[in-house]
């Protein structure tokens, strides 16, 4: 969702799908350790959803779906995504 949104994707295509399963794939710690689990830590989630974003929006990029361009794609994804902020605690 992140690399469509990024990227003004006017619709989403399989060829988007298969680029953000190939990225996700990649951090799957079981391509390391055969007993390892299939999806990555939820450490590593900013960096993930980054990467995967990119790979989205490239792919609709290169697909002429979208005028956003590459360079202003990475600018794109890092202003859409979502930081926590807390504010602080006042206790009564």
Known sequence: ????IASGARRVTDAMFSAAARVLSEFAPAVND???PLFPSLENVREIS????????TEAVQ?????TTI?????????KMWSPQYRP????
Do not use: C, H, M, Q
């Open 50 to 57: 980054y990467r995967v974003a990119l790979a989205v929006g």
């Open 71 to 79: 360079n202003s794609l990475e600018t794109a994804i890092a202003d």
């Open 63 to 67: 697909a002429g779906l979208t005028s």
């Open 1 to 4: 969702g992140l690399g469509v």
């Open 34 to 36: 055969p007993d390892g």
């Open 89 to 92: 605690l006042k206790l009564r």
